[in-house]
């Protein structure tokens, strides 16, 4: 078996780890329950490009119970657990291309190896495999059923692709799913964002004020759990209509520039580029916070700071302490990488359990039905999403009224008034 990965002696921890994740994913274990009798996926070549953590790996395991032959890269250069990776080569014997802190031709060089599995099916995070596929292994793509894409920013690039009518092989947004934007997006990356800044600094949170940049449903769960903890927040948004849902929820709203000068901790989730730069930095105030937890580590201008400072040095682990000339300190997280992937461990697994649960369904629905599709972006069953809710509900031991056939057949009429 062809993987590389850190260091093999990581897996026992890995394995324990993933089982500890398993116990918090009861949607995915009852579809891996069902895929084992059915092997919905028996021999189907699955290249998977996502984060490498526990929960991606019990989602690993359930497209291997289902009879897949997959494989798996990372789908960031700083978010792969190496301990996981190890357990899913040695104790499942599932391939893994990933080292926590690869370099950029190592990244490229993993995401290569998975293609080089040729799959009929892929997986992506932040669409890095489909964009390799495209730009320089295009022969690849006749053999392709389709594929699925986990995040928004992936999701704006494949759109992009089908707009310009580049896009060779149909795709599965996975993020359009209700059971997963407006949980993951929202529960998972307000508290693993959090999670990831206080592992970083152990700061106190009470009383700080934190800017977040961007409201949609990512910024949106950030602000939440950072005013839940005592901080004074401040959103930044460029869309009107959010900024006045963000003035109504209760947040100051304000201008970048005017943020810069009152924030103690910055954190970007707009998925756009040069969000923070040098007019940011020049106003900030000495030992701000700068965290990034957008998909790429484009929103905030490493070059525009490192050109204003005179020193830098590591003062923590994914702690980089920036002095600029006049004497200030500005502190970037995780190399303005993803910080709830970096220096923590990701959304926590109950959230993941319904994201990878649409995963693995798309997976089962692209191998069944992908032939028929056009080469266009396309959202998750509406079945597949209420599926996925109702068993997530009966897992939590929640149960739901059923409408009465009086109140059914009102919604279906238009003659009753007052
Ligand atoms: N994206 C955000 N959190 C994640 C996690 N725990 N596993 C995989 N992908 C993720």
Not at 238 to 243: D, E, Q, T, V
Request: with cysteine; proline share 2%.
């Amino acid at each position: 078996m062809d993987y590389d990965i850190k260091d093999e002696g990581l897996a026992a921890k890995g394995k324990l780890r993933i089982e500890w994740a398993d116990n918090q994913m009861p949607v995915l274990k009852t579809i891996r329950e069902r895929f084992e009798k059915e092997k919905p996926l028996k021999g189907v070549k699955i290249s998977a490009c996502l984060h490498v953590t526990t929960e991606t790996a019990n989602l690993m395991r359930t497209l291997k119970a289902g009879g897949a032959d997959a494989v798996l890269c990372a789908s960031n250069p700083l978010s792969t657990q190496d301990d996981v990776a190890a357990s899913l080569v040695k104790d499942f014997e599932i391939p893994v291309f990933a080292i926590k802190g690869e370099d950029n031709k190592t990244y490229y060089q993993h995401i290569n190896s998975a293609l080089d599995h040729k799959p009929v099916i892929t997986m992506d995070d932040g669409a890095d495999l489909i964009s390799t596929l495209h730009s320089e292994r295009k022969d690849q793509a006749q053999m392709i059923i389709g594929g699925t894409e986990e995040t928004t920013t992936g999701v704006i690039r494949l759109k992009s692709m089908e707009e310009k009518k580049v896009l060779l092989f149909p795709v599965i947004a996975v993020n359009e799913a209700n059971t997963k934007h407006l949980f993951d997006n929202r529960y998972g990356t307000g508290q693993s964002t959090i999670d990831g800044i206080l592992r970083a600094t152990n700061i106190l949170m009470a009383g700080s004020t934190v800017v977040v940049s961007g409201y949609g449903w990512c910024g949106r769960g950030v602000a939440t759990r950072a005013r839940g903890m005592g901080a004074n927040v401040i959103i930044l948004e460029i869309s009107p209509l959010r900024a006045l849902e963000a003035v109504m929820d209760g947040y100051r709203v304000m201008t970048s520039i005017e943020a810069a000068k009152v924030g103690d901790i910055f954190i970007t989730v707009t998925g756009d580029i040069h969000v923070l730069r040098k007019e940011h930095f020049e106003v900030m105030k000495d030992g701000t916070i700068i965290a990034n937890s957008g998909h790429f580590n484009v929103e905030i201008d490493i070059p525009d700071l490192e050109k204003l400072s005179k020193e830098r040095r590591t003062i923590r682990d994914f702690v980089e302490e920036f002095k600029l000339e006049d004497g200030r300190r500005i502190n970037l997280l995780a190399e303005g990488r993803l910080v709830n992937l970096s220096s923590a461990e990701g959304h926590p697994a109950s959230v993941m359990d319904m994201s990878f649960a649409n995963q693995a369904l798309s997976a089962e629905f692209l191998f069944k039905e992908g032939k028929n599709f056009e080469k266009k972006v396309y959202v998750v069953p509406k079945e597949i999403d209420e599926e996925i809710a109702r068993l997530k509900l009966s897992s939590m031991g929640v149960n739901i009224d059923r409408l009465t056939d009086e109140q059914e057949k009102y919604l279906s009429s238009w003659e009753m008034g007052t």
